[in-house]
């Protein structure tokens, strides 16, 4: 029977960048994939792109009311998938995470979800705390602190200013002035610490 596999870290540990090359290497040996992807999460519509420069197209974008089910059976009509390559799953809701387990065990397709465990106020996201209890595989994605210790948190800067308060979702990209960095959860402290910080 086919797995629910979750594999989650801070930002930049490459979640993205990993499934952009699974999609490859499934793609090069001539196996079918389908890719899932949050709309409110791409910086490029229609794909799904990494910090390292690569990108590869969404089959299936996803807002809070898509039933991905649904939607999956719609795109793939009697074709036979090999895999399902899911980005940003933390954005997604609990009910769609459902929906991916559902195509895991019911349809005996892999599902293979990446994204993030927890957001800028160390909150499990919804899609993620319920990945964490349906996955039959959980991998934690390494990625380091600037001070050189493991990252385990995700801390947000707008405008320079440490900013984890409200809006808890805020998308990065060349327009606006926000920026996230992966952080030790001892730089998490002394960064909310800083003047002018915001934090709730």
């Given at each position: 029977?086919?797995?629910?596999n979750?594999?989650?870290g801070?930002?930049?540990?490459g979640?993205?960048?990993t499934?952009?090359?699974?999609?490859?290497?499934?793609t090069?040996n001539?196996?079918?994939?389908v890719?899932?992807?949050?709309?409110?999460a791409?910086?490029?519509?229609?794909?799904t792109?990494?910090?390292?420069?690569k990108?590869?197209p969404v089959d299936?974008?996803?807002n809070d009311?898509?039933a991905?089910r649904?939607e999956?059976?719609r795109?793939i009509g009697?074709?036979?998938?090999?895999?399902v390559?899911?980005?940003?799953?933390n954005?997604?809701?609990?009910e769609?995470?459902?929906d991916?387990?559902?195509?895991?065990?019911?349809?005996?397709?892999?599902?293979?979800?990446?994204?993030l465990?927890s957001?800028?106020?160390r909150?499990?996201f919804a899609?993620?705390q319920?990945l964490f209890?349906?996955?039959?595989?959980?991998d934690k994605?390494?990625?380091?602190?600037?001070?050189?210790?493991?990252?385990?948190y995700?801390?947000?800067?707008?405008?320079?200013?440490f900013?984890?308060?409200?809006?808890?979702?805020?998308i990065d990209?060349d327009?606006t002035?926000v920026?996230?960095?992966?952080?030790?959860?001892?730089?998490y402290?002394?960064?909310s610490q800083?003047p002018g910080?915001?934090?709730?």
């Amino acid at each position: 029977m086919a797995k629910l596999n979750f594999r989650y870290g801070a930002m930049n540990c490459g979640k993205s960048d990993t499934m952009i090359s699974a999609a490859y290497n499934y793609t090069e040996n001539g196996l079918a994939v389908v890719t899932i992807m949050p709309e409110l999460a791409m910086r490029k519509p229609g794909f799904t792109t990494s910090r390292a420069g690569k990108e590869w197209p969404v089959d299936i974008a996803t807002n809070d009311e898509t039933a991905i089910r649904e939607e999956y059976h719609r795109f793939i009509g009697e074709r036979l998938i090999h895999c399902v390559l899911v980005d940003e799953a933390n954005f997604m809701t609990p009910e769609q995470i459902d929906d991916l387990e559902k195509i895991a065990k019911l349809d005996d397709t892999s599902v293979i979800a990446y994204g993030l465990r927890s957001d800028v106020q160390r909150r499990l996201f919804a899609g993620s705390q319920r990945l964490f209890e349906l996955s039959d595989n959980i991998d934690k994605m390494i990625t380091m602190c600037t001070c050189g210790r493991q990252a385990e948190y995700n801390g947000r800067f707008v405008n320079g200013g440490f900013h984890v308060g409200e809006p808890i979702v805020m998308i990065d990209n060349d327009q606006t002035s926000v920026r996230y960095q992966s952080m030790c959860a001892n730089c998490y402290h002394d960064n909310s610490q800083s003047p002018g910080a915001i934090t709730a």
